[in-house]
């Protein structure tokens, strides 16, 4: 299938960066929102003179950031507001799925606009899978940083949690809270989802003056993932995360092994933050394509494909010293072209 | 599985769902927890679904009405420790609403629905003529009046002595009289719409 003239798109490797400038672009969004919001409280209320010097360093440097493109802030920075809960991106509306799912199941209701601002989202889902979680989430920027701080402990010889535990629990997670949310009469899974939490948390710690409960709540997860199991939330726990991974079960791009090209090094599965195993062919509806193991692989031998399903185990990669060994004791010089499993 | 590895996985996970209720508990006992035990009745944002349930079960919590209200009077029960998940009110004594409409136009669940300024249904104004000060005679003032965003149709000066104030039937209670009342035990209350109490001044 591959000959070594076929090698992968260069670019490829690379888009574990461009995933890293995503994260970081959401995060400082949610960070720019609650400023601009500021700026334009202070225009509406014609301040500038009565300005904490604080406020006036605030008005001034959202000022200079935004007047290139807006000729009347208070009302044109209105395009830009929100969370990836529930948002608008310069003038399109834009829901969570999850938000979508958990007002259904409050209220009993369908309402038609708020499907129409989900529709981008769940249509990106079906096509790419849990893509979310990797490329966009702003808790998932601060998990992976805090996956790295593990690592630096664990350097310096401190224990860290590795715990492994069923994945299938975040499903009931998130049926649970679905069902509890008519009982509950408000829309349960918003409380315990770390997204909305850290959007909204982000909000009120710049613009309200202080965190409010959800940030004890996330910083709990925070914890479970150092001192439990490695990105614990996002992997057992977590009801957007369920809901991504039931809508991308059937996702066009995905990334799949080459065989010919692995050596059976697993740097994929110990990179791998949601703990699947790349290495025998085992990503299921739960990798959100974030190309980490494609960025860490020594032989370029991940690549993405346009395909509805997984392969099946292809057994050890041929570069690998398992294979040559059974393979050099029947035909010695062959190039093993199919596997012969 | 034996029995005594379902009674084992049973309980740990009583005891760690209980111990994922810990934080939630902790953040409980140290937030002001003012929304309950307060008697002050705080408003739902302009055009809010009037039934409480229905409020709670469209709002998702998306905080988007108070990211766009330029007064900033909108504020989440969430952050302020109250028992409802993240949903907004308006506290008229910190900063009344000034029916821009900025909130009903963006809230992507309907849970705020499009009213015109003259409909909204936030509640009524109640003035305590027992403690404001032109009608205890202690002065003149007006600043409700002069303040009110609907004018004469909402809030005007008694027939007979110009300066005191007096609620009109196109009061909408978005509250902007409450927050500049110059009296510090606040004679201006915002009741609610039909429930023909009228509100207790306790000081």
């Not at chain 2, 909108?74 to 900025?102: H, V, Y």
Request: proline share 6%.
């Amino acid at each position: 299938m591959t000959s070594p003239d076929s090698k992968p798109f260069f670019l490829w490797r690379h888009l574990n960066k461009l995933r890293w400038l995503s994260l970081s672009i959401v995060f400082l969004m949610l960070v720019l929102i609650p400023f601009l919001h500021l700026y334009q409280t202070y225009i509406a209320a014609h301040a500038y003179d009565l300005l904490y010097p604080s406020e006036k360093i605030i008005y001034d440097s959202m000022e200079t950031l935004s007047a290139p493109f807006v000729s009347d802030p208070e009302n044109d920075l209105d395009l830009l507001k929100g969370t990836t809960w529930s948002g608008r991106l310069f003038g399109l509306d834009l829901s969570d799925p999850l938000a979508l799912a958990g007002q259904i199941a409050a209220s009993g209701k369908v309402l038609w606009p708020f499907v129409l601002t989900a529709l981008i989202p769940i249509g990106l889902t079906l096509l790419l899978g849990r893509f979310f979680c990797g490329w966009i989430c702003p808790a998932s920027f601060l998990y992976e940083l805090n996956t790295t701080l593990g690592s630096w402990l664990r350097n310096i010889g401190l224990h860290t949690g590795q715990r492994r535990m069923s994945r299938k629990f975040k499903y009931l997670v998130l049926f649970v809270t679905l069902l509890l949310s008519p009982l509950l009469g408000s829309v349960a899974v918003a409380a315990i989802y770390p997204p909305a939490i850290v959007g909204r948390e982000i909000y009120y710690a710049i613009a309200l003056g202080g965190f409010g409960v959800g940030a004890v709540f996330f910083a709990g997860t925070l914890l479970f993932d150092l001192l439990v199991a490695r990105r614990g939330f996002c992997r057992y726990l977590c009801p957007g995360g369920a809901l991504y991974s039931l809508l991308g079960r059937f996702r066009l791009l995905r990334i799949q092994r080459v065989v010919e090209d692995c050596n059976d090094c697993a740097k994929c599965n110990a990179v791998c933050e949601f703990g699947l195993d790349p290495l025998r062919d085992g990503f299921g509806q739960e990798c959100n394509n974030c190309t980490a193991c494609i960025a860490v692989c020594p032989t370029d031998a991940l690549v993405f494909k346009m395909t509805p399903k997984d392969q099946p185990d292809r057994g050890p990669g041929h570069l690998g010293r398992q294979y040559r060994r059974v393979h050099s004791e029947n035909a010695g010089d062959s190039p093993g072209i199919e596997d012969g499993s | 599985m034996d029995r005594r590895k379902v009674i084992q996985r049973i309980a740990l996970g009583v005891a760690s769902l209980s111990a994922a209720g810990i934080p939630y508990g902790l953040s409980r006992l140290l937030a002001p927890d003012r929304l309950t035990t307060s008697k002050i009745h705080y408003l739902r944002p302009p055009g809010a679904l009037s039934d409480t349930t229905a409020f709670n079960e469209a709002c998702i919590g998306c905080g988007l009405c108070g990211e766009v209200c330029p007064p900033k009077s909108i504020r989440f029960s969430d952050r302020e420790g109250g028992s409802r998940l993240n949903t907004p009110f308006i506290d008229p004594a910190k900063k009344g609403c000034i029916l821009c409409g900025k909130c009903m136009e963006v809230c992507p669940t309907d849970a705020l629905t499009e009213v015109d300024r003259k409909d909204v249904e936030m509640g009524i104004a109640q003035i305590d003529r027992t403690a404001c000060y032109p009608w205890v005679d202690r002065g003149v003032c007006g600043a409700c009046v002069v303040v009110c965003p609907l004018g004469e149709h909402a809030i005007g000066f008694d027939f007979a002595n110009m300066y005191r104030p007096v609620v009109k039937k196109g009061c909408v209670g978005c509250g902007v009289c409450v927050e500049v009342c110059p009296h510090p035990s606040l004679p201006i209350r915002i009741a609610e719409r039909g429930s023909s109490t009228v509100v207790v001044h306790q000081i």
